[in-house]
């Protein structure tokens, strides 16, 4: 057996059944390896693409960290984005690089790159493992630290010669025992009851839910919350989804490019009640005087989020699945009726006005139509631009999920999540919705859903321009538009094509709901275009 | 404010630049860093000086304890804890000035530990601010060369 054996061995004890990634000399034993096992190694067409892939995968799965390995140098650094994008969004992987000889390192060889060094500030944990014997323990720990605490990827750096090294036995540690790391999950009950006892006084009490919620697969626990106590809610861009986005007591997302009735809520609050979300400069304004005029009580398994942006009069550190079982076990009465009409109010008031448009898709009303006409459990992914903002503020979930990238906002993450996502549940159905800025970012992966048969489902907004960033121009550069012109677009149709997907082209709001019917009929990749209106703000 | 953080980490290669790229990414301020190993020799001993407002004081704890590297973090006031630093100083003399720089070495303590015709190396084990008046104490002479361990510090025995 060599190190490149252990490697997979290990893959396979923590259940891995799926990678994505690119290979190279650096990763060639652990390749070949791969390829004598039972592991699914997925071709991407570019490195960024095996970690997006590897995050739509495990947001998708739940069970197990992503998992991605590419070759040293220049394979490891197009893989940063990735990283640093599932940084961001707390999304667990194991990043797996080939690197050069152990004896060669720090020479500046062939393909050569620092890449533990490179990722530091963007990697939950990073290994460059010096000692074949030290890989069982190594891949224990990383698969552990990335999915446990905080979520967040975990590089593992292995020189060729340690994959290629000799080893006689395989010994997958039962546990980890690392002093260093031992994060919280349970609340404490002195915290808990203080909560109780804010939500006792209250009279507009509010919970504000992120990313986290649906990290610690609390959304259920969270509703049932909600429900119990008749509490609204609203959600950052990463929570959308906690609870169906139609539920009486969800009151869209919030941030400036939130809704503005979820925004007011936010303001007028008595008690706001942040769960796994980071209270950021884009959801909150001035996120430092939350406090002023409220009780803020801060949930969240990282206790370096509490107090971070925002200081919260009370903190609770820990997972929030298990702060929420606790929470519904005491019970306690109070009447949020009267807030829960205001704020009905506001949500009638405040309600966006439908836009007629006769010569160009209207993108809001086109998400509104696709997003209810998928099935219930599919996975809607948004890219970045425009189109998120639309889907954000449009998309309707209700047993499925949302899938984008808040934190980092990387552009062309939305296929290849996508593709990620469809592996890890065939059953479901996956849309991607990009601009014609993030498509171009991540087309090549088309091949990738070609020769790996994947029936993902891609929308392309097309208008010509970085739409997001035209917008951005429009208002603040007295609409001097500067290299935001994409006029060098492909045509789409001979594009897929090319690649063997079904392809139709919309022009204009007459033609949605028999192209969106068409477009969802049957389990196959399918690529839709919408001409939206080059000058359409969001 | 000024904080001293007596930072207890695994003795492995690359823990320093771990840390000390936290303050940096983070934008925190490093008033000065010494590392040492301790009597365990898996375990070194880092101790920082930093300052900041009462929230970057408590992010730098929360974020330092973050670090799967890091086993302990101790947080105190610099009046809560006892600190040295060690500083050696290599000064160019000359006969008029030469009475002068021993006059100023018994009064601060430090003692003369290489000597040459022309040249002497001070060295002097003090609080960093009695270090830093000695450096102000030699103005008149010329300095060669300074080099300072930074700020080791350890809570005082009845914060125990």
Redesign the interface.
């Known amino acids: 057996m060599t190190g490149a054996d252990i490697m997979v061995k290990c893959l396979e004890k923590e259940g891995v059944k799926d990678i994505f990634g690119y290979p190279g000399v650096a990763i060639a034993p652990f390749y070949e390896s791969v390829r004598a096992s039972k592991i699914n190694a997925v071709l991407v067409r570019t490195e960024q693409s095996a970690a997006h892939a590897a995050s739509g995968y495990t947001r998708i799965n739940k069970e197990i960290p992503g998992v991605c390995a590419v070759t040293s140098g220049p394979g490891a650094t197009n893989l940063i984005t990735g990283i640093a994008t599932a940084f961001a969004d707390s999304i667990p992987l194991i990043c797996i690089t080939g690197q050069v000889k152990s004896e060669l390192m720090g020479g500046d060889v062939f393909q050569e790159a620092d890449i533990?060094?490179a990722c530091?500030?963007f990697v939950?944990?990073s290994y460059?493992i010096r000692d074949v014997d030290d890989i069982p323990r190594v891949f224990k720990e990383a698969f552990h630290?990335a999915n446990t605490g905080r979520k967040g990827p975990v590089l593992i750096d292995v020189p060729i010669d340690i994959q290629q090294a000799d080893v006689r036995r395989f010994n997958y540690p039962d546990e980890v025992n690392?002093?260093?790391?031992k994060p919280t999950v349970k609340g404490n009950m002195v915290q808990i009851n203080k909560v109780i006892s804010e939500l006792e006084k209250a009279k507009r009490p509010l919970i504000y839910a992120g990313g986290g919620v649906l990290l610690s697969d609390a959304g259920d626990k969270l509703e049932e919350f909600a429900a119990k106590h008749n509490i609204p809610v609203v959600s950052t861009m990463m929570g959308i989804g906690v609870i169906p986005t139609e539920h009486p007591l969800y009151f869209g997302m919030v941030g400036n490019n939130g809704k503005a009735y979820a925004n007011r809520a936010v303001a007028e609050c008595d008690v706001l009640i942040v769960v796994g979300a980071r209270v950021a400069d884009r959801a909150v304004n001035q996120p430092d005087l939350i406090t002023k005029d409220k009780v803020m009580i801060h949930i969240d398994v990282?206790?370096?989020e509490i107090?971070?942006n925002a200081?919260p009069s009370i903190p609770l550190v820990g997972d929030a699945s298990y702060i929420f079982d606790d929470l519904l076990v005491k019970d306690y009465e109070a009447d949020y009726g009267e807030w829960i009409e205001i704020l009905d109010g506001y949500r009638e008031r405040l309600r966006e006005k439908e836009k007629e448009s006769k010569d160009y898709v209207d993108a809001p009303a086109f998400i509104r139509a696709l997003s209810k006409s998928m099935k219930d459990d599919s996975v809607y992914v948004a890219d970045v631009g425009q189109n998120q903002m639309w889907s954000c503020a449009n998309v309707i979930i209700r047993d499925g999920r949302f899938l984008t990238t808040g934190g980092m906002g990387t552009m062309g993450y939305s296929i290849p999540a996508a593709m990620g996502a469809k592996l890890a549940d065939k059953s479901r159905q996956v849309v991607a919705v990009c601009g014609d800025g993030s498509f171009q970012m991540s087309m090549c992966e088309l091949a990738t859903i070609r020769q790996n048969k994947l029936p993902v489902k891609i929308i392309v907004f097309n208008n010509g321009y970085l739409g997001l960033v035209r917008q951005f121009q429009h208002f603040n550069y007295a609409g001097n538009y500067s290299v935001v012109d994409l006029s060098g677009n492909p045509d789409l149709e001979k594009l897929s094509s090319a690649y063997d997907i079904p392809f139709i082209r919309v022009h204009n709001n007459t033609e949605v709901d028999d192209a969106i019917k068409k477009f969802l009929k049957n389990d196959e990749a399918y690529l839709m275009e919408c001409i939206i209106d080059p000058m359409a703000v969001v | 404010m000024k904080r001293i953080y007596s930072v207890l980490v695994?003795n492995r290669s690359?823990v320093l630049?771990?840390v000390a790229?936290l303050f940096s990414?983070r934008c925190f301020n490093i008033d000065s860093l010494a590392v040492g190993e301790t009597n365990d020799p898996h375990v070194s001993c880092m101790t920082i000086v930093s300052s900041g407002d009462k929230?970057t004081i408590?992010?730098i704890e929360?974020?330092l304890?973050?670090?799967?590297?890091?086993?302990k973090v101790k947080t105190f006031e610099e009046n809560a804890s006892i600190s040295r630093e060690l500083m050696l100083i290599k000064v160019k003399y000359n006969k008029n000035n030469r009475r002068d720089v021993m006059e100023n070495c018994d009064i601060m303590g430090a003692s003369i530990v290489d000597m040459s015709k022309t040249h002497m190396i001070i060295q002097m084990c003090d609080t960093p601010e009695r270090t830093s008046l000695f450096i102000n104490m030699l103005n008149g002479v010329s300095i060669v060369e300074v080099a300072r361990t930074g700020c080791l510090a350890l809570q005082k025995c009845s914060e125990e």
């Open positions: 533990t060094g530091e500030s939950k944990y460059l630290v690392m002093r260093t790391y990282d206790p370096a107090g971070k200081g | 695994e690359g630049s771990k790229g990414r929230r408590e992010q929360k974020q304890n973050k670090k799967l590297d890091v086993i």
